[in-house]
C-alpha cells in the first residue's frame, strides 16, 4: 500500500484533517512531539501489567465489547470514513464489517492458538517435561495506512491486543480522525481498563518515526516499500522487530476455460474499487488469447458506466492522496509511451481529486504501470499464448502481495505456481475476507502476516520451558558428575537411534 511521508513546518503543532473531495475540514488534531510519544509508550508500557495478564476469556469479552461499541455507534462511523477517507458509505460499511470480522476472530482464536503445547523430550531427555509457552511481546507500535484506516490496521491492533500487548497507534494523517474514532470506541466499551491499553498518538512522518525509536516492543506498519525499508533499518538500530505490510501489483490470469463474464466482473471492480487504491486490488491481468476479445470487451463494457464522486450514485470515491494523482498520470502518459493502448480512458480520466476508469491493453512489460504499484483505477490487459506464459509474467515482479486465477478446471494447480503470499481462485480479494487466512507478501510487498493464526503469533515470543521430572543417577549428561560408564552408554545408544537409516 501506498503511505505519504509528506511533513509540515517545522512550527506546526496541530494536523488539519480535510475531506479529499471537497476539502472541507473534518477535525483538527495535537500532534504527538517526541515527548508525547514516549509519554503514551511508558503509559502503554504501565498497562501491559494489567492487560497482558487478563485471561484469554477476559481479553475476549473486552474485545467483543469493544465491536458491539463500534456496531452501534456504526452510522456515525462510517459517515466519517466516508468524509475523511472519501470511500461511498456502503464501502465504509463493507470495510467495518470486515473488521469486525477479524476482531471477532482474533478474540475467539486466541486461547487455543497460543496455548501451551507439550513437546516430546525425546529418548535422551525422557525424564524431563518440556512445554512451550507464549508471551505477549509487550508494547506494539502500530503505523496505519489511509487507504483502510479500519480494516488493514485492525489486522495488527486486535490480534496484537488478542494475544496479551498493548497499542500505541499512529494513524495516517489522511485518516486521523477515523483511527482516534477506533481507539476511543475501545476506551468507551472498557472504562475499567487502563487508559494506555489501546490508545493513538497523531502526526505525520515525524511521529511515526518517533514510535520507531520509542521503547516499544515490534512496529507493525502498512505502508510504501520504500517507507517500509526505512521503517526497518530504524528499528534495527534498537533490534525493534518489524512486520511490514508493503506494496504490491497483483496479478490475475485468465485462462482460457474462464468464466469470462465472472472474470471480467471481478478485474473490473478489483481494480477500480476504492479508486484503485487496494494494495491487493487488481492492477495486472494475463489473458489466454483465445478468450482475450471477449474478455477485454467485457471489461470495458462494465467500467464504461462507472464514475467516482462523492454523491450518492458514485461507485468510488476521490484519490485520498493528493500526489498519487500525479503518479497514476505518470504511469498512463507511460504506457501509452510503451506500445499499450487506451482502450477505456486516458490521460483525460484524470479529473484530481477523482481518476475515471481507465483501461490499457498490452503494455511493454517494462513500463511504470507494469512494474511499478500504481494505486490508482487503473488496469494493464496482456494477452498470453498459455499459462505457463500467464505465471512467468505474473512471477516476473519485485512485488508478491496477493494474485488471482479464473480457471473452471485448473485454477488450484496455477494458484499453487505463484509466487505471492495470498491467492483467491475464482474470485478477487476473497482470502482479505476470511479471518483465518494469514495475509502478507514476499519480495517488496513485506515481512510478516496479519490475521489467522500466524498473525497472532506475530505477537507473541516463545518461551521454552523443560522441567526435570526426575534424576536418573549416573546418567547425567550435562554435568561435570558425569562418568564413563555413562558415555559408553551413550555410544551404544546414538548408532541405535540415529544410525541405521539408509
Not at 483538527?28 to 503509559?43: E, Q, S
Not at 500466524?454 to 536418573?472: C, D, K, N, T, W
Request: with cysteine.
Amino acid at each position: 500500500m501506498t503511505s505519504t511521508d509528506t511533513t509540515p513546518a517545522d512550527h506546526d503543532t496541530a494536523l488539519t484533517s480535510v475531506n479529499p473531495a471537497t476539502g472541507e475540514v473534518i477535525g483538527r488534531h495535537v500532534i504527538a512531539d517526541d515527548a508525547a510519544v514516549t509519554a503514551a509508550v511508558a503509559k502503554a508500557r504501565a498497562a501491559a501489567a494489567t492487560w497482558g495478564t487478563l485471561s484469554f476469556d477476559a481479553r475476549r469479552t473486552h474485545l467483543l465489547r469493544w465491536s458491539s461499541k463500534l456496531v452501534q455507534n456504526s452510522e456515525t462511523f462510517c459517515a466519517l470514513i466516508h468524509a475523511e477517507n472519501g470511500k461511498p458509505l456502503d464501502d465504509a460499511y463493507l470495510e467495518l464489517t470486515l473488521a469486525l470480522e477479524h476482531i471477532a476472530w482474533a478474540a475467539k482464536n486466541a486461547k487455543k492458538a497460543l496455548a501451551p503445547k507439550t513437546v516430546f523430550p525425546g529418548a535422551l531427555m525422557s525424564n524431563f517435561a518440556a512445554r512451550i509457552e507464549q508471551r505477549p511481546l509487550g508494547v506494539i507500535g502500530v503505523i496505519g495506512p489511509w487507504n483502510y484506516p479500519v480494516y488493514t490496521p485492525n489486522g495488527s491492533i486486535a490480534y496484537a491486543l488478542a494475544a496479551g500487548n498493548t497499542v500505541v497507534f499512529k494513524p495516517s494523517e489522511f485518516a486521523t480522525s477515523v483511527g482516534n474514532f477506533l481507539a476511543d470506541a475501545f476506551a468507551e466499551a472498557n472504562p475499567e481498563l487502563p487508559e494506555g491499553v489501546f490508545r493513538t498518538i497523531n502526526g505525520y512522518g515525524r511521529t511515526g518515526a518517533a514510535l520507531v525509536h520509542s521503547d516499544v516492543d515490534k512496529i507493525a506498519f502498512t505502508g510504501s516499500t520504500a517507507t517500509g525499508k526505512r521503517i526497518m533499518a530504524a528499528a534495527a538500530e534498537n533490534l525493534t522487530p518489524v512486520l511490514l505490510e508493503c506494496g504490491g501489483k497483483d496479478a490475475v490470469i485468465v485462462a482460457a476455460d474462464a468464466d469470462i463474464k465472472a472474470a471480467a466482473d471481478a478485474v473490473a471492480w478489483g481494480a477500480t474499487a476504492n479508486s484503485g487504491q487496494t494494495c491487493a486490488g487488481v492492477e495486472r491481468v494475463y489473458v489466454d488469447r483465445a478468450v482475450r476479445e471477449e474478455f477485454i470487451a467485457e471489461v470495458t463494457r462494465i467500467l464504461s458506466v462507472i464514475r467516482p464522486g462523492s454523491d450518492d450514485k458514485a461507485a468510488y470515491g476521490p484519490m485520498i492522496m493528493p500526489s498519487q494523482v500525479d503518479v497514476v498520470r505518470r504511469h498512463i502518459a507511460d504506457a501509452l509511451e510503451n506500445g499499450g493502448t487506451a482502450v477505456l480512458g486516458g490521460l483525460e480520466s484524470v479529473k484530481a481529486p477523482f481518476i475515471e476508469p481507465v483501461v490499457l491493453v498490452d503494455v511493454d512489460e517494462n513500463a511504470e504501470a507494469v512494474r511499478e504499484e500504481t494505486f490508482g483505477p487503473t488496469v494493464t490487459i496482456r494477452t498470453v499464448n498459455s499459462a505457463d506464459e500467464a505465471v512467468e509474467l505474473a512471477n516476473n515482479a519485485k512485488y508478491g502481495l496477493s494474485s488471482a486465477v479464473y480457471s473452471k478446471q485448473n485454477g488450484l494447480a496455477i494458484a499453487r505456481r505463484l509466487r505471492t503470499g495470498a491467492t483467491s481462485v475464482n474470485s478477487v480479494l476473497a482470502f482479505a475476507a476470511i479471518p483465518g487466512l494469514p495475509f502478507g507478501g514476499v519480495g517488496d510487498s513485506g515481512i510478516g502476516r496479519i490475521h489467522g493464526e500466524p498473525g497472532l503469533r506475530e505477537f507473541v515470543r516463545s518461551h521454552s520451558i523443560a522441567r526435570q521430572r526426575f534424576a536418573i543417577p549416573g546418567l547425567a549428561l550435562l554435568s561435570y558428575s558425569r562418568t564413563a560408564f555413562t558415555m559408553k552408554l551413550l555410544r551404544k545408544l546414538v548408532p541405535l537411534l540415529h544410525g541405521r537409516h539408509k
